[in-house]
Antibody, heavy 116, light 107 residues
Framework: QVQLQESGPGLVKPSGTLSLTCAVS?????????WNWVRQPPGKGLEWIGE???????NYNPSLKSRVTISVDKSKNQFSLKVNSVTAADTAVYYC?????????WGQGTLVTVSS | DIQMTQSPSSLSASVGDRVTITCRASQSIGSYLNWYQQKPGKAPNLLIYAASTLQSGVPSRFSGSGSGTDFTLTISSLQPEDFATYYCQQSYSTPRTFGQGTKVEIK
């Protein structure tokens, strides 16, 4: 059973870069899946950030595209998220999720706060 | 972008009640519709995929129906552990989009 685990700093300064990693266990990141990032501001709904497949093909939410980069590291069986020029509006729980074509399976999420 | 609109945004119900949540897409998405349950402080959990297929391990009181633009999640007999927020999600095209959520509260 594939499991996902997010990791990264819980506090980022305004105008800085948010960097998170999602470690994949119990399966290969090179399998036929799309690997996603989603965020949820406190008390609000879910916002899709973007996705990547094992070959490095990416799709991004147009609302965030100019600030976001998603990459994959097959040697470490993980994928990563970078968000540049963060503001308080980027404060959220960030989730990674696997799309295997039969619904999504999620990591537990990690809270990132943007504050000085 | 495909907009997903859920209704109602919240509802109050009693244990044993039949509960129905609707999700409408701004354009046809075939059966590319998933439903998730989210409890406070937890990640979303997959209930239904492809509009009507029950995820393994999910109780049979949950069911999904619909295709095209109109979809429904039904809980046939609400249990105490079902009080949560429910989200629909389209996987037809990017950007992937979610409904705004339906919070099911205890009456």
């Amino acid at each position: 059973q594939v499991q996902l685990q997010e990791s990264g700093p819980g506090l980022v300064k305004p105008s800085g870069t948010l960097s998170l990693t999602c470690a994949v266990s119990g399966g290969s990141i090179s399998s036929s899946n799309w690997w996603n990032w989603v965020r949820q501001p406190p008390g609000k709904g879910l916002e899709w950030i973007g996705e990547i497949d094992h070959s490095g093909t990416t799709n991004y939410n147009p609302s965030l595209k100019s600030r976001v980069t998603i990459s994959v590291d097959k040697s470490k069986n993980q994928f990563s998220l970078k968000v540049n020029s963060v503001t308080a509006a980027d404060t959220a729980v960030y989730y990674c999720a696997r799309d295997g074509g039969t619904g999504w399976y999620w990591g537990q999420g990690t809270l990132v706060t943007v504050s000085s | 972008d495909i907009q997903m609109t859920q209704s109602p945004s919240s509802l109050s119900a009693s244990v044993g009640d039949r509960v129905t949540i609707t999700c409408r897409a701004s354009q046809s998405i075939g059966s590319y519709l998933n439903w998730y349950q989210q409890k406070p402080g937890k990640a979303p959990n997959l209930l239904i995929y492809a509009a009507s297929t029950l995820q393994s391990g999910v109780p049979s009181r949950f069911s999904g129906s619909g295709s095209g633009t109109d979809f429904t999640l039904t809980i046939s007999s609400l249990q105490p552990e079902d009080f949560a927020t429910y989200y629909c999600q389209q996987s037809y095209s990017t950007p992937r989009t979610f409904g705004q959520g339906t919070k099911v509260e205890i009456k």
